[in-house]
C-alpha cells in the first residue's frame, strides 16, 4: 500500500484504468486508486481516532474544570476529616445528587470521599406519651386562691376542682400533667372533638410546682380547614425542648374552646437545638407566571434534595387550594408531590400560616405551582418560595499534603462518592463520624455563587475533547464519502 500511517511518508501512486474497446491504460492519478487502498487508511484512521477519543473519557479530570473551589480547614493529623456541605455546593451543584463533588489536595490529586446524612450527635430517643388533662374554667385561676388542687407524693395530679361552688362555668384552658416525664418536651399534638373555629390560638405556660409559671409560647395555634371535601388538619405545636412537670394551655378566645382537648406529648432525649439544623434557601421568586390561571414556575440553581418547601403569599388574608408539581429536568414530565390548601390570614397577635410541605428529600431543579382560582387568586405579586434541605456530611481520607479542596460545579460527570463503609474500614455507625471536625470556607470560594451564574455550566475537558474528536470522525466520513463519489464519476468519464 502507498499510504505509510506509521512513518510520516506518504506516496500516491498512479494506476491505470482499462478502456473499453482499446489496450491503452489511462492514468488517473488519486482518483484512479481501487477503492480498497483508499478505505484501508481512513478506516485505519477512524479506529485510530474512535479510540483515543474513548480514552479521553476516562482520564481523571482536572480541578480548574470545576466552576468553584472552596478550601477546607481543619486541625489535626487525620487520615479522615468530616464537614457539613454548606447550601452554596447545593446551590452550585449541576449534576443530581451532587455527583459533581470532588476533594483534591495540594498536588490536584483527587483523594476519596463519602457522602452521608450521619453526624457526631447521635439520634435521640422520641416517645409520645398521651397526658392526662384537667380543664380550668372562667372563675378559676391556676393559682391554688382560685382551684382546689390534689397531688400525689410523687408529684403526679389527683384532681383540680373549684374552691367553691359556681352555677355556671366556661371552658378556657386545660392542665396537663407531665410530672413523669424526665426528657425535654419537643412538641405537643392536640385534637379536639369539635372545632367551634377553624383556627384555636392559646397562651402555653409551664410550671414545676402550679404556683410558679414561666411563659412558654405566648401565642400558639392549631387549624382545622375544610374546602370542597378536603380537610387539612395541623395539630402539632413545636415547644423550644423544655422540662417542665406541669404545662397550662389558656386559650385566647375562651368561644374556641368547648370540650376537653386530648393531648399528646412528644419527649425527647437529646435537646431539640442538638439536632442537624435545616439549610433554607432564600427566598425565589418564579421564572414566569400567569396570575390569571395560577400558575407560577420556579427554577433552581443546582439539584436540591428538598425536605420542606414553605409557600409566601404576597398579601394577608389569602387562601388558595393548591398542586405542587415538580421535575428533576425540563425532559422529564411533571410529577405532583402535594395537594393542600396555602393560607396567610389574620388572627388574634398576629397571623395564621400555612405550614410547610413536607417533601421528604425530594430531588428536583424545577417546581410548578398550580392554584386554583375559583378562590380569588393571590393579587398581582407573585408567589415565593423557600427549599428547606438536611445538609449532608462528607468525609474524606487526608492523602496527601494540604490544603485540601473542595470542588463542584461541572456538569456530565459520573459520581465519584464512595460508601462510607468502604471508604472507613471497620466503620461502625454507632461511633459517630470518623476523624476530625473540618469547616468549608466558603466565604473564600475561589468562583463565588451569584444569582448571573443561573443557567450557567463548566464543561469538562474530556467531554469537550470527546466532541471534537467525534466531529473528526464524522468529517473524515464526508470526506471518505466525497472521495469515493469523485472516484465513480472518473471511472464513467475514462469509459466515455
Known sequence: MGVE???????????????????????????????????????????????????????????????????????????????????????????????????????????????????????????????????????????????????????????????????????????????????????????????????????????????????????????????????????????????????????????????LPRITVTSSSVPQQSQPEILWTEAISPIRSNASNGEYFYRLNGTLPAERIRFILPQLNTLAPAQLLVRSNDKQPWRRVSST????????????LSPDIDLGGESMTELQLKLDTRAGGVGDQPVQIKIAVKPQQLVFLARGNGPFTLAWGLAGVNASALPLATLVPAYRSQNGLPGNAANLAIDEASTPISPASVGTEAIDP???????????LVAGAVLLLFMAMKLLRSGENVKS
Request: no cysteine.
Open 462 to 472: 474530556a467531554v469537550k475533547q470527546k466532541w471534537i474528536l467525534w466531529g473528526v
Open 5 to 259: 500511517l506509521w512513518s510520516g511518508v506518504v506516496s500516491t501512486p498512479t494506476l491505470a484504468l482499462p478502456l473499453h474497446g482499446g489496450g491503452k491504460e489511462v492514468s488517473n492519478g488519486l482518483f484512479g486508486m481501487k477503492a480498497s487502498q483508499i478505505l484501508k487508511p481512513f478506516a485505519l484512521l477512524l479506529l485510530m481516532l474512535s479510540g483515543a477519543s474513548f480514552g479521553k473519557t476516562a482520564e481523571t479530570t482536572s480541578i480548574d474544570a470545576y466552576a468553584h473551589h472552596a478550601l477546607i480547614k481543619g486541625e489535626g493529623a487525620g487520615p479522615y476529616f468530616h464537614f457539613p456541605l454548606a447550601m452554596e455546593v447545593y446551590r452550585g451543584s449541576l449534576s443530581p445528587g451532587l455527583r459533581d463533588l470532588r476533594v483534591f489536595n495540594a498536588a490536584g490529586e483527587m483523594v476519596p470521599h463519602a457522602l452521608t446524612l450521619k453526624t457526631d450527635i447521635p439520634q435521640p430517643k422520641v416517645v409520645q406519651t398521651e397526658l392526662r388533662g384537667f380543664p380550668l374554667y372562667s372563675d378559676e385561676k391556676s393559682e391554688n386562691g382560685g382551684i382546689r388542687i390534689r397531688r400525689e407524693n410523687n408529684g403526679a395530679l389527683v384532681s383540680i376542682e373549684p374552691a367553691k361552688a359556681t352555677v355556671t362555668r366556661k371552658m378556657t384552658g386545660v392542665i396537663l400533667d407531665a410530672s413523669r416525664i424526665a426528657a425535654p418536651l419537643v412538641a405537643l399534638d392536640i385534637s379536639l372533638k369539635e372545632y367551634n373555629q377553624p383556627f384555636q390560638h392559646f397562651r402555653i405556660d409551664g410550671s414545676d410546682d402550679l404556683k410558679d409559671w414561666h411563659g412558654v409560647q405566648d401565642s400558639a395555634s392549631i387549624a382545622v380547614l375544610e374546602q370542597d371535601g378536603s380537610r387539612i388538619e395541623q395539630r402539632q405545636v413545636e415547644l423550644p425542648s423544655i422540662r417542665a412537670k406541669y404545662l397550662r394551655l389558656t386559650w385566647l378566645d375562651p368561644q374556641e374552646i368547648s370540650s
Open 341 to 352: 390548601v396555602l393560607y396567610r390570614l389574620a388572627s388574634q397577635g398576629g397571623e395564621s
